[in-house]
């Protein structure tokens, strides 16, 4: 095992200025967690899940403190080197799926490689969109799939560049269960596959239970870390 | 791994997002295109149309003079000067003189005067080049004669009269033997429209109208002889005639080309503000468009896309819609250079070729399409200001801008002094002056920061009225007000650019007023200068009614000789005594 963690966050908070007051959403988050750990983030709505995952993607800058990914300081790296980075290192997968309308589903799974500038591997995005089950459906345009299609697009796409981490913000909160189900048992195979590190955003207990360890927030602050035994 | 497949694989997905999103709104961007169509088609038919003018004008040069050289003189020449003319004369040269002034004309039928430009010719040798067509068909050695003349047939029209009657000038009747169709050196002439009337040499002696001090324009025409050189014949006639205009059939006639030169460069940088209109319409209707795509780019930018790169794929756009406008515009130019002709017809004869350059179609696309990135630019360059972490929130909020004076002033700056310089470059090749191209520009800025000011302070007492009104507004209206500034609204550049149409539409309007006037007042002193007084009956002193003068104010008048055109007798009742300087 490594000994160095994935993603270190340290002394993070976030405050949003908000007319004349400042309201602070997150209050001081440390965070350490090592490479293939699979975590879930529980917590109320408005607890602040969905805005420290944003912070420890690099999608935005915390008002103080460090977050390191992959022993690389993060808050202080300017746009397009967060990008960089993000393209990188982390896969994505979030609520309301996220697809560009434009490109068919295939031209969605092969783009986070493009814009590393890594070339295409049409082979691996074949290959994971037939994993995910569309590999009859590549050419079709988001409009054009349902719901757990389009997210299942989506889970292809976060590992196309076989990212370290994978980030997922509520994956199954617009499915119904028989779906959401199905994706998260495709994104509980791929992550076993690819051994990449799990940020899961949950409200969902039964999801939580998967997770090697649940981490929950309340107004801004962990309240409760602990490890558990997954149930598989 | 090398790097060039990465970015040619990259500009083809930005090519295909970028078509794929230009195809699903055709109609979006409709008008702008056109716009910008109008722009580039008004600029490259002028510029088109006036090297088509320029080239015919070489090319028909000894037409368009009626000789191989050409002399415009003012004064009668000396004996010196008569022994160098003389002196080629004995060279085999032929030299005829032509003389232009105007007068009034009058017939039986139609008693109230018309003026006319008189032009008196030798018919045995005019022209020397291209031919004087007449209605009937006639030679011209036939049909002037001592006692008649040819007139044009407006002045036939507006005197009610007809080949085989007879008018008056200058006290002598002449009969009119043909309607003057077509004269060759028509545009070498005087510049003025209008009536026209041919005669011989022999028949201006008749009228009496020259004599000492009057103001009639002469032009000496030559015919080389093959051993004669033009270069030599030209420099033995600037010997002798310091200061004359002496142009021969290899140049154009600067007297016709400066006019040319002087409308092409007005109507170019009216055609420009059209491109300027058209093009901020690109630029805003992209705003818009990008400000939809907001999500598309958090997206792209949440799996890793810097904003270099997703800027291509609205640079594509803009791109193709400044090509689209362009290749339209082009159409629309080459339509425009046929019309062109057409509607000055009455000076040119023939009718310039229409020449398809390729320089033109680039330089119209290259007009088009710089105009149009440069203005859209500001709203490309907003595609850095999308925030990534838009994708974790179901409501899509505003971009945020930059913060605090410095920064902002800083970020506008950035955008503002490439986009005026690479403009001003523009209005610099158009205007084909540096002069022109900063005055333009110049012009461009401070209107473009009035605008905006006066935007910006309607805006903000919008604002402070909705606060400080003491009275309670309906809700709808309240809110419409609200959105006018809500941060991210359009009201204040749409504010500034539907200012800057207005104001380029007056200042099209008085730079057009103000340029017919620099022509009248600048013309060149050998044209032709005329006063018209008219004295009332019984009264002593005269009282000018009604002057049209370019240069001949009072004084000058008085100081200068006048010739009194005597009006026959059934017009000379007192009541309408006309003057002359001619
Ligand atoms: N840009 C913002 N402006 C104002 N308030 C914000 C902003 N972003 C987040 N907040 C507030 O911060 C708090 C935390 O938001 P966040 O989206 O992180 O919650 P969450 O735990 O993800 O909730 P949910 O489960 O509903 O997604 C909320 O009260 C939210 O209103
Ligand atoms: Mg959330």
Known sequence: MNSRPMIQATGVTKSIRNGAHCVEILKGINLSIPAGQFVAIMGASGSGKSTLLGLLAGLDAP?????????????????????????????????????????????????????????????????????????ERRHHYPVQLSGGEQQRVALARAFMVRPPILMADEPTGNLDTANGRHVLDLLLDLNRHEKTTLLLVTHDRDLAANAGRRVLLRDGEIVSDELQAPNE | MNRAPQKTLLW?????IASRELRATPGKFLFVVLAVAAGVGALSGVRGFSMAARSMLLRDARK???????????????????????????????????????????TTGAPVPQMVTIKAVDPRVYPF??????????????????????????????????????????????????????????????????????????????????????????????????????????????????????????ETDPGITRGLDSSTVFLSLVSLVALIVGSLGVAMAMHSHMQQKMDTIAIMKSIGARSGQIMRIYLLETVWLGLAGGVLGIALGAAVQRAFPVLIQRFFDQRPDIVWSWSFVAQGMAAGLASTVLFTLPALLRVRRVRPVLVLRREMEETTSASGFPARAKSTAAIGVPLILGFGLIAVWIGNSWEIGGYFTGGLLASLLALSAVAWLLLRSLRWFLRAA??????????????????????????????????????????????????????PPERPTFSLWTFVPNKSRASPRWSKSRRASTARWNSHPRSRCAL????????KTIRMKT
């Open chain 1, 63 to 135: 008002s103080s403190g460090s977050i390191m990914l992959d022993g690389e300081e993060i808050s202080q790296l300017e746009e397009d080197a967060l990008a960089r980075l993000r393209g990188r290192k982390i896969g994505f997968v979030f609520q309301s799926y996220q697809l560009i309308p434009t490109l068919t589903a295939e031209e969605n799974v092969l783009l986070p490689m493009e814009l590393s500038g890594n070339g295409e591997d049409p082979g691996r995005a074949r290959e994971l969109l037939d994993h995910v089950g569309l590999a």
């Open chain 2, 12 to 16: 083809r997905t930005a090519a295909k």
């Open chain 2, 64 to 106: 368009l003079m009626a000789a191989d050289v050409m002399m415009r003189l003012r004064e009668a020449p000396s004996a010196e000067q008569k022994a160098t003319l003389d002196a080629l004369s004995a060279q085999g040269i032929v030299r005829t003189t032509i003389t232009e002034t105007i007068s009034m004309s009058v």
């Open chain 2, 129 to 250: 080049y291209g031919a004087i067509t007449l209605a009937p068909p006639q030679s011209l050695a036939e049909a002037l004669r001592a006692d008649t003349v040819a007139a044009s047939d407006d002045l036939l029209q507006r005197l009610k009269t007809g080949v085989g009657q007879t008018l008056r000038l200058g006290g002598k009747d002449f009969r009119i033997v043909a309607a003057l169709i077509t004269e060759p050196d028509r545009l070498s002439g005087n510049p003025m429209a209008g009536a026209r009337i041919l005669m011989s040499r022999d028949a201006l002696e008749r009228t009496g109208l020259i004599g000492p001090g009057s103001r009639a324009q002469n032009r000496l025409l030559f015919r080389l002889t093959p051993s004669a050189g033009v270069e030599d014949v030209k420099s033995r006639l600037q010997k002798a005639f310091p200061g004359a205009q002496i142009i021969d059939y290899r």
């Open chain 2, 470 to 523: 003491p009275w309670k507004l309906p809700p709808t209206l309240r809110h419409g007000i609200a959105n006018l500034y809500r941060p991210g609204n359009q009201a204040q550049p749409v504010l500034v650019s539907l200012g800057v149409g207005v104001m380029f539409t007056l200042t099209v309007f008085l730079v057009q007023r103000s340029i017919v006037g620099d022509i009248v007042s600048k013309a």
């Open chain 2, 568 to 575: 026959p007798p059934s017009m000379a009742s007192p009541s």
